[in-house]
């Protein structure tokens, strides 16, 4: 899911639910459970990747 965001930041909830097989409620869900906890960053426009282990 993040190496779709990461490739495409205007991608859909739809389009990542259709490749990854998943409800478009679950990719909603990851999506803010990841940008609440900061690994996704930025509007999805201007989306940055943070990874504390680098």
Known sequence: MLYLVQKDARISYKEI???LNRSETTIRDRIKSMEEAGIIQGSR????LYCPDR
């Not at 426009?45 to 940055?48: D, G, I, L, S």
């Open 45 to 48: 426009h201007n989306t940055r």
């Open 17 to 19: 639910a259709k490749i």
